[in-house]
């Protein structure tokens, strides 16, 4: 008989929706698992201002609409610039916004924008921890010099430590972790007992490492930002994702491109994860033994982190394989998901 996981339905505290004709075929996938999610300020232009955010939030309110989806609630991030001002940050947490995401210039898809040197930055982080808004971070460093592989690593000896020493009080989160250095920072952090250091883990990170960008080809659609590492990183994600520990909770970074182009001479960085995400991660902990633990680290450590009320509907997850079609419709043209053609050992029930 298969097995059967029901559990508090769960948050996605990181997720691309992109904007415009593609909305209500992006939120069609995540609205069927996730209560709410953060959603990511990189369009183009970039989401950096609580009007503009507004403006953001009623277009997804329509693509809801649309969908006929009443029980979904779209949390609202803005993307911080070198000119991000302290007046802007106090608007923020006066409208519900959840947090500002750091994005150091050309970290990943359209993050052009981005801070350029995070002491531009100074001004509105102090005025986050004064407000107690959070600040998002894609934790790498961009310099060219810097192996992609070790970007991580660099960031948090050259960027994050010192603005945690700076700003104490700041309640961060690193997001989309993908190194053991990360994951054992994280673990190891001396918050003061205070509840200022968390970190999100994707599905694909957990699932996959460095070689799977490789098997039988290139495979374009395996390759995000930050980029897949070895196994002993992968091990070490596993390892902390698993442990019942709340500083470690759910955020998928799906993230929509359409097929050409990431099937490209110059693809696009993003894996498509939001058709089954909570299959994927209920793999992934079934994998280890540990699917006990799924519901703390999908349901309840997230809310708890920002400070938010947990659901109180459920899912209910079946250990039955999902067949990946090749295709999902995106707008006008089409992407690839993670696995397609492919399984999922776990499903969400009909």
């Given amino acids: 008989m298969s097995k059967k996981l029901i559990i508090i339905r769960p948050d996605d505290w990181h997720l691309h929706v992109r904007d415009g004709a593609v909305l209500k075929d ?9 209560a709410r999610a953060v959603i990511m300020p990189n369009l183009k232009p970039p989401v950096t201002t609580v009007d503009l955010a507004k403006a953001y939030r009623s277009r997804i309110d329509t693509a809801l609409q649309q969908l006929g ?6 949390l609202m991030t803005l993307y911080l610039t070198d000119n ?31 801070v350029t040197n995070i002491k531009h930055a100074y001004p509105a982080l102090e ?28 960031f948090i000896d050259r960027i994050l430590e010192p603005v945690r020493k700076d ?6 989160i690193f997001e989309h ?16 007992g205070k509840n200022t250091l968390g970190a999100t883990i994707t599905a694909h990170h957990l699932l996959m490492n460095r070689n799977s960008l490789f098997t039988g080809g290139i495979r374009p659609h395996h390759y995000c930002l930050p980029i897949l590492k070895r196994e002993e990183h992968r091990l070490a994600l596993m ?14 970074d799906s993230a929509p491109h359409p097929k050409g182009e990431k099937e490209s001479s110059c693809g696009c960085a993003g894996c498509y994860t939001a058709h089954n995400a909570m299959g994927l991660y209920a793999e992934a902990f079934d994998s280890v033994g540990q699917l006990d633990r799924l519901e703390g680290f999908a349901s309840f450590f997230g809310p708890d982190f920002y400070s938010l009320p947990r659901n109180q509907d459920q899912i209910t997850l079946v250990q039955q394989a999902e067949e990946v079609p ?3 419709t995106l707008g006008d043209t089409v992407l690839v998901p993670l696995r397609a053609g492919e399984t999922i050992a776990w499903s969400l029930a009909k």
């Fill in 177 to 192: 972790i993908t190194t053991k250095q990360a994951a054992h920072y994280v673990r190891d952090a001396d918050t003061k």
């Fill in 239 to 252: 390892e902390v994702a698993t442990s019942g520990n709340p500083r470690f909770f759910l955020g998928t």
């Fill in 69 to 74: 989806v009443s029980n979904f609630n779209p």
């Fill in 127 to 154: 005025a986050m921890q004064k407000h107690s808004v959070p600040l998002l971070i894609h934790g790498e460093v961009t310099e060219s010099a810097i192996d992609i592989f070790d970007r991580e690593v660099v």
């Fill in 26 to 34: 992006v939120l069609a996938h995540t609205t069927k698992q996730f």
């Fill in 84 to 114: 991000t001002s302290a007046d802007e940050v106090r608007k923020a947490s006066e409208h519900q916004i959840i947090g500002f995401k750091l994005y150091p210039a050309g970290a990943t898809t359209n993050s052009d924008a981005g």
């Fill in 326 to 328: 090749f295709e999902f």
């Fill in 167 to 172: 700003f104490p009080e700041l309640r961060i």
